[in-house]
């Protein structure tokens, strides 16, 4: 998974009826094999991101 600065991050529910979350890329560190994310979420919250296979990622136009 490449992201960059922009893009669009919506982490599905891990258990049913599980509300969706989504945020917005505004860091990426780590490696090109280990990426980490930084993601500022709808809500305002920040966190820092591994991607798992939850993850979707939207590219930024």
Known sequence: MHATVG?????HGRTVGAAERE???I???GS???PLLVVRYDDGHETIL???ADCEL???D
Do not use: M, Y
């Open 7 to 11: 893009d669009r991050v919506r982490i």
């Open 23 to 25: 945020g917005e890329v």
């Open 27 to 29: 860091d990426v560190r």
């Open 32 to 34: 090109k094999e280990s």
């Open 50 to 52: 591994a991607p798992g």
């Open 58 to 60: 939207v590219h930024a």
